[in-house]
């Protein structure tokens, strides 16, 4: 049995950035992350499918949630000293904009690039978050995980992780296989690496403000707020889409028939396309329809007014990737979590 008991038929609907309908079959908030094996056993020895919640800032609830939910609370970061930098070890529980605030409060960088990213420390490693040019992936040394169906802890160093774009082996393993206890960071002393993205830099000189790793923080703040809906006003879960990434050589023949297609190099000679730029550029930008619609500045936000479910949100989400296939060629996929699948 669980030491804390899951309660019956709980009502998630406000524990998701998105504000959708949701009932939770069973639901426990786990106060310590030892608590975990015990409470997949718990629904395995009942034959229900778990399923973790952070803070609910990158899933869509298409209906009720079958099962366990579990969410966990437990928060707190251990720092110690590491060679030329500092460790940090966190509690899945922790929020993530809290740990970067106070890291660089200590006088650490690394995180900064990071900030005012909604959701948990936990689900940092899943889609392996970004923003700015940084990547979670890029200052983990390890990650802590319970498999549910063992219940036994593994570490797993950050090139076991297997981190991609928005995406880690937390994502591609069979899914919901692990749940995310600890994650450890590499962070550094002194100043923040050279930035190299232009809104950023942009931001830093229209302030006139340099480069400190606070002084980056609050670049990446004020664009935020300018760029992206706060949730809690207009209910969103940041990016709707991936961009996709597609070889040089297709790249070329699309650039060529769409003059102006917005897209960024990555590794190998590939291409990533702003999805936003295409969506936008279909008449998508500003539309509303019935309860959802995309965001009248950011094209790659869709955003609930109120009143609809998880269904309708991905229903019309199908709308702009049919209509983004059938003019570009080009399939967008589903960022945030759909479930239950
Ligand atoms: C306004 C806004 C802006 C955003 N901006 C960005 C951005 O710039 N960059 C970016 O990458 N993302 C961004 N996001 C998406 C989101 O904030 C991140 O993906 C975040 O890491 C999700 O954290 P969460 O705790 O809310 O996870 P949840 O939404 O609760 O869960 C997401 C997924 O992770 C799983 N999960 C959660 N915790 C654990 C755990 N401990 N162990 C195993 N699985 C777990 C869940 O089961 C689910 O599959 C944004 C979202 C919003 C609303």
């Not at 040394?141 to 991609?164: I, L």
């Not at 232009?198 to 229209?206: D, G, S």
Request: charged residues 20%; contains cysteine.
């Amino acid at each position: 049995m669980c030491a804390q008991t899951p309660r019956e038929q709980v009502d998630l609907s406000a524990c998701n950035s998105l504000r959708l309908p949701v009932r939770a079959q069973y639901f426990v908030r786990l106060a310590d992350v030892g608590a975990v094996p015990e409470a997949m056993a718990w629904a395995r020895r009942r034959q229900l499918p778990t399923w973790i919640l952070g803070g609910g800032s990158n899933l869509v609830p298409r209906a009720d949630w079958p099962g366990l939910t579990v969410q966990l609370g437990a928060a707190g970061v251990r720092f110690e000293s590491a060679g030329r930098g500092v460790r940090a070890e966190v509690q899945a529980g922790h929020t993530w904009d809290a740990l970067v605030a106070e890291t660089l409060k200590r006088g650490l960088t690394g995180l900064e690039c990071l900030s005012g990213i909604p959701g948990t420390v936990g689900a940092a490693p899943m889609q392996n978050i970004g923003a700015y040019g940084a990547e979670v992936g890029s200052l983990v040394e390890a990650v802590y995980a319970v498999d549910r169906r063992s219940g036994k802890t593994h570490c797993f160093s950050a090139q076991d992780c297997r981190f991609g774009y928005r995406t880690s082996r937390f994502k591609q393993d069979e899914a919901d296989a692990w749940v995310i206890t600890r994650v450890v960071l590499r962070l550094r002393t002194g100043n923040p690496a050279p930035l190299d993205h232009p809104e950023i830099q942009a931001e830093l000189v229209a302030v006139g403000a340099k480069p400190s790793a606070r002084a980056v923080r609050e670049a990446v703040l004020a664009v935020r707020r300018r760029k992206l809906p706060d949730p809690t006003g207009l209910p969103n879960v940041g990016s709707f889409f991936h961009n996709p990434v597609i070889d040089a050589v297709s790249w070329r023949a699309l650039e060529a028939r769409f003059p102006g297609l917005v897209s960024y190099p990555e590794a190998a000679g590939h291409r990533k396309l702003a999805a936003g730029w295409m969506i936008d550029a279909l008449g998508w930008k500003g539309r509303r329809c019935g309860a959802f619609g995309v965001h009248e500045h950011q094209a790659l936000v869709l955003v609930h007014h109120g009143g609809g479910t998880g269904a309708q949100l991905l229903e019309f989400a199908q709308r702009i990737q049919a209509d983004v296939l059938h003019h570009f060629g080009v399939a967008l996929e589903i960022e945030p979590r759909v479930y239950p699948v």
